[in-house]
């Protein structure tokens, strides 16, 4: 089955500076990638998402990029901010099976 | 946020107990699914169900049950209770299988 590994589980930056988290997935079949952002005591929620026809995707301050060959996407937060501090999830999913498989999470502290 | 409620948010429980959690929607979604969350494991899924009456077995299935009579709730169901079933259970809702998922806000069981 699916395996994602995630790096680095935990992650400090300075306010204003740019944070990478990335991931990595072992089924080829693997088509659709989600991050999820979890602040403390909270539920998870989607960030956002690339499927497999796409390279790279933004959305403000955040970006996906994906490398279907070498099976890894990564999270890019740019011009972090004190509420970017989270624990982040990716997860990959294919589509013959019901399973979202999560990595296991990176803590990112954003400090003032 | 989505219409999805878990049932209760905290419950402190004996070994050997049985324990139900419910989770409710509003929002008419085909698939729910129930996971167990961890430090360093991530989001591990427990149960799925891809509509009334038909659900599957996830990851970390044993000793734990479910059950789907209605599209709005999907009941998870500890016969026994055990101390490595101490976790925070989270419910998510999908409206197809490649879909966002959205979360409940979690159920923190403690199993003494």
């Known amino acids: 089955g699916e395996n994602v590994e995630q790096h680095p589980s935990t992650l400090s930056v300075q306010e204003g500076d740019s944070a990478v988290i990335k991931c990595t997935y072992s089924?080829?079949?693997?088509?659709?990638f989600p991050w999820y952002k979890q602040e403390l005591g909270k539920r998870p929620q989607l960030i956002i998402d690339?499927?497999?026809?796409?390279g790279e995707k933004k959305d403000q301050r955040i970006a996906v990029t994906l490398n279907k060959t070498a099976k890894h996407f990564s999270l890019h937060i740019t011009e972090t901010q004190p509420e970017d501090s989270a624990v982040y999830f990716c997860?990959?999913?294919?589509?013959?099976?019901?399973?979202?498989?999560f990595g296991p999470g990176t803590r990112l502290s954003v400090l003032p | 946020d989505a219409g999805i409620t878990q049932s209760p948010r905290h419950k402190v429980t004996e070994t050997g107990t049985p324990v139900t959690l419910r989770c409710h929607q509003t929002?008419?979604?085909?698939?729910m699914y129930w996971y167990r969350q961890d430090p360093g494991h991530g989001l591990r899924l427990i149960h799925y169900?891809?509509?009334?009456?038909?659900?599957d077995k996830g990851e970390v299935s044993d000793g734990y049950s479910v059950s789907r009579s209605k599209t709005e709730d999907f009941l998870l169901t500890l016969e026994s209770a055990t101390s490595s079933q101490t976790s925070v259970y989270f419910c998510?809702?999908?409206?197809?299988?490649?879909?966002?998922?959205?979360f409940g806000e979690g159920s923190r069981l403690t199993v003494l």
């Open positions: 998510a809702i999908s409206d197809s299988p490649s879909g966002e998922l959205f």
């Open positions: 089924d080829s079949a693997s088509n659709y």
């Open positions: 690339i499927r497999s026809n796409v």
């Open positions: 997860a990959a999913k294919d589509n013959y099976g019901q399973n979202f498989v």
């Open positions: 929002e008419n979604h085909r698939y």
């Open positions: 169900s891809y509509g009334v009456k038909d659900t």
